[in-house]
């Protein structure tokens, strides 16, 4: 019934910024918790970073804290990912996912919904 779309991802050199969304077709998108999550060849999905519905805590790994911000516009159905002060490590293919619970959204068995994916690469 969710169908999620990523955009935004490309090339970028370090320490240059992207912002990437997710728009998602249903209406009932802003009871669901956000995540992102990035994945490379080799490597199992890793996440990245959450946002729950209605409490609105926020969760990122610790690799991105300080540079990534994700933020939800409920009445778009759209989830972003603020990346600054990129890093060649965070190259990946990024994807979002929707859940229907509050917690353990560090898990990527606790989503329903996911997105095909957007390349981000980040040059040295």
């Known amino acids: 019934q969710v169908q999620l779309v990523e955009s935004g991802g490309g090339l970028v050199q370090a320490g240059g910024s992207l912002r990437l969304s997710c728009a998602a077709s249903?209406?009932?998108?802003?009871?669901?918790?956000l995540g992102w999550f990035r994945q490379t060849p080799g490597k199992e999905r890793e996440f990245v970073a959450a946002?729950?519905?209605?409490?609105?805590?926020?969760y990122y790994t610790e690799s991105v804290k300080g540079r990534f911000t994700i933020s939800r516009d409920g009445a778009k159905n759209t989830v972003f990912l603020q990346m600054n002060s990129l890093k060649p490590e965070d190259t990946a293919v990024y994807l979002c996912?929707?859940?229907?619970?509050?917690?353990?959204?560090?898990?990527?068995?606790?989503?329903?919904?996911w997105g095909q994916g957007t390349q981000v690469t980040v040059s040295s």
């Open positions: 249903g209406r009932t998108f802003s009871s669901y918790s």
């Open positions: 996912a929707a859940s229907t619970r509050r917690y353990e959204l560090l898990s990527e068995s606790s989503y329903n919904y």
């Open positions: 946002i729950s519905w209605s409490l609105g805590s926020l």
